[in-house]
């Protein structure tokens, strides 16, 4: 069974610094997604990865996919407040576990002035 | 705005009570997941329906039942509800089978279950 680990599930950063979110999976993941949700919001699809040595990047986020080690990250540049949010990703095992995702815990990433 | 609508937004009920949370998927998308996220449980996949048909069962209760109509709108029924069942549901809608092709989800804004 698929099993998703995000670390670290607590994140505090100034403004303007640059920081990595980290998120291993334990078997064959046929992709990885990360979400972004607000508080008491919905999820906020942000990158989808498809394949090994995917890099995707939007604004001052970037997402890597290295299927190898099972590690995908998302990498945050020079932060601002707006980023604030818990960032989840999430697996896909494929076969007959069909749509379903399996989410990490979440990051709770809060960007200080 | 992704596109999902669900109804109610907000739900307050009595332990024992049943309720039903309400999906309509974004047009065209032919098969809907259900997600629960509590603190303790965190995200959890529910079960997913494609074109009126049960795909994938998650950890989905015995209390808890859905089905997918024939215009696309999802319905999930809570049932005997407790305490534990306090929690934000989601659904999601794609538009391909998983089966099929490379697929994303996109969520709507949720149902917020209070059980008293």
């Known amino acids: 069974e698929l099993k998703v680990e995000q670390n670290p599930l607590f994140l505090s950063m100034q403004e303007g610094k640059n920081y990595t979110i980290y998120c291993n999976y334990s078997?064959?993941?046929?992709?990885l997604y990360w979400y972004r949700q607000d508080p008491g919001k919905s999820l906020e699809s942000l990158f989808v990865?498809?394949?090994?040595?995917a890099v995707k990047q939007e604004g001052r986020l970037m997402a890597s996919l290295d299927t190898k080690a099972r590690l995908s990250t998302l990498h945050i540049t020079a932060a601002v407040h707006d980023l604030s949010a818990t960032y989840f990703c999430?697996?896909?095992?494929?076969?007959?576990?069909?749509?379903?995702?399996?989410f990490g815990q979440g990051t709770i990433l809060t960007v200080h002035p | 705005d992704s596109g999902v609508t669900q109804t109610p937004k907000h739900l307050i009920t009595a332990t024992g009570q049943r309720v039903t949370l309400r999906c309509s998927p974004r047009?065209?998308?032919?098969?809907v997941y259900w997600y629960q996220q509590s603190l303790d449980q965190g995200l959890q996949f529910l079960i997913q329906?494609?074109?009126?048909?049960?795909?994938a069962k998650g950890n989905i209760l015995e209390r808890f039942s859905a089905q997918q109509f024939p215009d696309l709108h999802s319905e999930l029924n809570l049932s005997s509800l407790e305490l534990g069942d306090s929690a934000l549901y989601f659904c999601?809608?794609?538009?391909?089978?998983?089966?099929?092709?490379?697929?994303?989800?996109?969520f709507g804004p949720g149902t917020r279950l209070t059980v008293l």
């Open positions: 329906y494609y074109n009126g048909e049960e795909r």
């Open positions: 999601a809608s794609s538009a391909h089978d998983p089966l099929q092709s490379i697929v994303e989800q996109f």
């Open positions: 047009s065209g998308d032919l098969s």
């Open positions: 990865l498809l394949s090994n040595g």
């Open positions: 999430a697996g896909y095992a494929g076969g007959t576990s069909y749509g379903k995702l399996t």
């Open positions: 078997t064959t993941s046929d992709r």
